[in-house]
């Protein structure tokens, strides 16, 4: 009998398409999987909470469930467990009936959790885009790169930092037309919204419209010029805890770009945990301990401002002397694609 570990493993993961899994609920037979990443709010809640429940207590009777939250907000914070445990007592379900595929190490009871690490989901998932591509350690002619889809308010911070003092110095990529905010918030962030009006999108090469693109165009070397820049400053969609780092980390780490991260505290310490090596060498890297997530922020802007001090010969020096990291950080990208 097939157990719903080796139904995900072998049909969910290998045989099913990115697209044909995106949907909120998938029925199989006498499985029912819900799949929480197509119903996330990006700020970490769940879309179509009271929809969702009547699926699922409709077509859920007799069934075995499998609840994927794979890519999207972070779930205990999102309504998802409290989900999850109402179908365990409405069904009945136990260990053998119920699976969890999840980022974070929960417990939750009658429950089978299986703890999904990022680098693995990561580099499995870019792969066959990034495989065939180079160390991009070039001839650095930009100091600077942001590439933000979507418009958060941090996002909006940085590429506003980057543009107004150091455009010429940067690649700037931001496709959101305007700025992204909880309109009972927007007094605090006034300023961020009228020069976000004023002043975005940003466009480096092309829009995607209707937010329709694909791993090429966010991290295919054919678009972005990695070689020619010397950091690349990530925004991770979680900026709570590091529990949700993405594919605008994880790529860097195979094509040899160092970079600063704006997500939870301890991510660059959550990286070496998995044997990656970072930059504190080069680059104060602080930041990265600082709890307050405005203070975070501002820090992160004072290390570009330093840096943007540095002479572009400067910076080759330095690109040329992290090459051992590169390569030991693409040797462990390769391991945990195995």
Sequence with gaps: MTTLEQFYEHYLT??????????????????????????????????????????????GKNKKFIFLSEDGAIIKYSGAVSFIENCVEVFSLNEQTCLLVCRENLIIENV??????????????????????PLQNGTVTKKFAVWFNRGTFFRLQLARHLYENYKEDSFISYQENGMLSERCLDEFFENDLTWASNNTPIVYDKLFENRMYDFEDIVGASRKPYGQYFLEIVAEPNIIDNTWITEKTIKNLYLGKPFIIYSGPNSLKLLQENGFLTFNQWIDETYDTITNSYERLEAIKLEITRLSKKTYSELQQMQDEMTPIFEHNRKKFIEFNK
């Design 14 to 59: 290998r045989n099913l398409s990115h697209e044909d899994r995106n949907h909120g609920i998938l029925i199989f037979n006498d499985i029912i999987c819900v799949n929480f990443d197509s119903v996330y709010l990006r700020e970490c809640s769940l879309r179509g909470y009271d929809q969702l429940m009547y699926i699922v207590h409709k077509h």
């Design 112 to 133: 089978q959790v299986i703890n999904k690490n990022f680098v693995n989901y990561w580099a499995s998932a870019i792969w066959n885009t990034v495989q065939n591509t």
